[in-house]
């Protein structure tokens, strides 16, 4: 079972994809995780993805593809995993599409994680207190869901056609979005 968590930065991504991870026993695959990984340990990619993540600017393809397929062909990944966070665009949309056909798999659903904007804008300004991530700065909060209208937000008409493709209103309590989206996959 291959799972698609899509929605805007601080739609709930990350939260619902670890408790979606725990109760089906599969790797969460989060490229903003990975992406932090290389920067806080100043690889030649991390000091690359880090010119673009402080902009609040999507990493370029070239940088993060390498890392995705790398983290499906791991025997942890064999039954399925949670994207998080990956893909953005179209053109990542078709090489995930094409690497899960090459491992026999597919998306099997694709949720939305649905907020309103200032709701959006209000978690992240709250996380950059906590956690300190550079890209929840307030100057780059607009500009991430600027991209994220622009880039990503196209994803949902290119995967509608499959049917596969759920709205989940990710507001409310954390528990009471993971029932609904237990309720959509069924597990």
């Not at 805007?8 to 089906?24: C, N, S, V």
């Not at 929840?136 to 596969?164: E, F, K, M, S, W």
């Given at each position: ?24 026993g599969l790797p969460k695959i989060t490229t903003g995780d990975l992406l932090r990984a290389a920067v806080k340990a100043s690889t030649p990619l991390g000091r690359d993805a880090k010119s673009y993540m402080d ?133």
């Open positions: 079972m291959f799972i698609l968590l899509l929605g805007a930065p601080g739609a709930g991504k990350g939260t619902q994809g670890q408790i979606l991870a725990q109760r089906l902009k609040g600017q999507l990493v370029p393809d070239a940088v993060i593809l390498g890392l995705i397929k790398d983290e499906l062909a791991k025997p942890e990944a064999a039954q399925g995993a949670i994207l998080d966070g990956f893909p953005r665009t179209a053109p990542q949309a078709e090489m995930v599409d094409r690497t899960l056909a090459e491992r026999g798999g597919r998306l099997t659903h694709i949720l939305l994680l649905d907020v309103a904007e200032d709701e959006l804008v209000r978690r992240i300004t709250g996380r950059a207190g906590v956690e300190g991530r550079s890209d929840d700065a307030p100057d780059t909060i607009r500009t991430r869901l600027q991209v994220y209208q622009r880039d990503t937000a196209p994803l949902i008409a290119h995967y509608a056609p499959r049917g596969n493709v759920h709205r989940v209103p990710a507001v409310g309590s954390i528990e009471g979005i993971a029932t609904e989206i237990e309720r959509i996959i069924g597990r």
